[in-house]
């Protein structure tokens, strides 16, 4: 497989990835709807205006790339991580 195959293969992996980023980043941000948060929430959505350009020029790189290749011979592939909600550094 060509570099370029993978990165057909890998974008749109981390497209998908990012809007589940993307979710998650929103979801926590409408938790901080109280206005002692406010600063937070607002923070955070200018987190999401931010990952949503990145998912436009992942793309954007994808369509030059000429696409998505169909049925890619990654079995078992695993990124190393879950989506889930972490817990670090709690005492």
């Given at each position: 497989?060509?570099?370029?195959?993978?990165?057909?293969?890998?974008?749109?992996?981390?497209?998908?990835?990012?809007?589940?980023?993307?979710?998650?980043?929103?979801?926590?941000?409408?938790?901080?709807?109280?206005?002692?948060?406010?600063?937070v929430?607002?923070?955070?959505?200018?987190?999401?205006?931010?990952?949503?350009?990145?998912?436009?020029?992942?793309?954007y790189?994808?369509d030059?790339?000429?696409?998505?290749?169909?049925?890619?011979?990654?079995?078992?592939?695993?990124?190393?991580?879950?989506?889930?909600?972490?817990?670090?550094?709690?005492?």
């Amino acid at each position: 497989m060509t570099d370029l195959e993978k990165l057909r293969v890998l974008l749109p992996h981390w497209i998908a990835h990012n809007h589940e980023h993307i979710a998650e980043i929103d979801r926590w941000a409408k938790l901080c709807e109280n206005s002692e948060n406010i600063q937070v929430k607002e923070a955070l959505k200018k987190a999401i205006s931010a990952a949503e350009q990145v998912t436009e020029k992942l793309q954007y790189a994808l369509d030059l790339a000429g696409g998505p290749i169909e049925n890619p011979e990654t079995p078992g592939h695993h990124h190393g991580h879950d989506h889930t909600y972490h817990e670090h550094g709690k005492n």
